[in-house]
């Protein structure tokens, strides 16, 4: 059974970058067709797709956040990361780690939970001075 559990530092201050981790157990995120993409949930919303790493190690990121963020991988640690700068008190919200063998959700507005393979918990993360 795949397990993603997501690790991060929970209070952020603005303008600060944001490191977040998400550790997979159970199976390999190099496993071929996979993609491992970041999702997140502001308090009071719906769920935002941010951007996604592919298997073969591709990365896409939703246009709105590009700018700010970078998807990566370390294949030996099993391990996927995201980073975003420039963070603001908007960017608070549950981050989830999720995984997909299908690319049908890369890119994707409206998606649910139960449409994705594997599921982490999420992490808190507030932007507060």
């Known amino acids: 059974q795949v397990q993603l559990k997501e690790s991060g530092p929970g209070l952020v201050k603005p303008s600060q970058t944001l490191s977040l981790t998400c550790t997979v157990s159970?199976?390999?995120?190099?496993?071929?067709?996979?993609?491992w993409s970041w999702i997140r949930q502001p308090p009071g919303k719906g769920l935002e797709w941010m951007g996604a790493i592919a298997y073969s190690g591709n990365a896409y990121y939703s246009p709105s956040l590009k700018s700010r963020t970078s998807i990566s991988r370390d294949n030996a640690k099993n391990t996927v990361y995201l980073s975003m700068n420039s963070l603001k008190p908007e960017d608070t919200a549950v981050y989830y780690c999720?995984?997909?063998?299908?690319?049908?959700?890369?890119?994707?507005?409206?998606?649910?939970?139960?449409?994705?393979?594997?599921w982490g918990q999420g992490t808190q993360v507030t932007v507060s001075s």
């Open positions: 159970g199976g390999s995120i190099t496993t071929i067709d996979y993609y």
């Open positions: 999720a995984a997909d063998e299908t690319k049908l959700l890369v890119f994707r507005h409206c998606f649910e939970e139960r449409e994705y393979d594997y």
